[in-house]
């Protein structure tokens, strides 16, 4: 089994939230199976690729690598997962291209990425959209795709997988008045750049999170994942 890291958390906050990503690959739980060589993809600090071991033990061994550049020869790989990596990429096609590649005929591919377009939030105020439009407009900056999760069926089967099936699943990722919270830290770190390219639209939604985080009450956030299983 392999780790490709991108990058590493630190902080307990971080520890805490890889260990409750674990129940995240319980819908693809069934793929690993003894004798398996199998691949994290964005692997974090390896929390979640060492839960994949199960009881049984393995070699696991962690690598960098770029996501459309792995160092594994074609068809050697025979499941690939990846939790929370498509929604990060402007364009998922060069990273399904490279595991297509790498998986072997009959390999399987199991992903997880979040879509905010059916992410749950009650109240959802006018203040609560405007602030949102703001942190969406960051992540496509910086390159991601926050709806990632509604098309990613569409460029796994664009890509050459077949058998390719998807749900969604809803999950607390954090509560309500903490989502408020954090939107506005991120609105507000964007805004200390005075050349910041979006800096109108980026106040606006900042006064809208100020006001949402001020005024949060009792709420709930249930965010939206598609989790996908596919056949090369």
Not at 23 to 36: C, D, I, M, Q, V
Not at 58 to 63: G, I, Q
């Amino acid at each position: 089994m392999c780790g490709v890291l991108e990058g590493y958390a630190r902080d307990a906050a971080s520890r805490r939230a890889a260990r409750a990503a674990v129940e995240r690959s319980e819908f693809a739980h069934p793929l690993f199976t003894p004798g398996k060589r199998v691949i994290d993809l964005s692997c974090g600090p390896g929390f979640l690729t060492v839960a994949l071991e199960g009881p049984a033990p393995s070699k696991v061994d962690y690598l960098v690598a770029a996501p459309a550049a792995l160092p594994f020869p074609s068809a050697s790989v025979d499941v690939a997962f990846s939790h929370a990596l498509p929604e990060r990429l402007a364009d998922p096609g060069p990273l399904l291209a490279e595991l297509h590649r790498i998986l072997r005929p009959g390999g399987r591919l199991a992903l997880s990425t979040l879509d905010w377009s059916r992410a749950r939030l009650r109240p959802k105020t006018a203040n609560v959209d405007a602030a949102l439009r703001g942190y969406y407009l960051l992540l496509r900056r910086a390159g991601g795709n926050p709806f990632a999760g509604r098309r990613i069926a569409e460029h796994v089967a664009a890509a050459g997988f077949t058998a390719v099936t998807a749900r969604t699943r809803y999950r607390t990722d954090l509560p309500y008045r903490d989502l408020a919270a954090y939107v506005e830290r991120r609105l507000a770190t964007a805004l200390a750049d005075p050349t910041h390219p979006d800096r109108d639209q980026l106040t606006s939604a900042a006064r809208s999170a100020w006001s949402w985080t001020r005024s949060a009450g009792p709420g709930d956030f249930t965010q939206c994942w598609t989790e996908l299983i596919a056949t090369r």
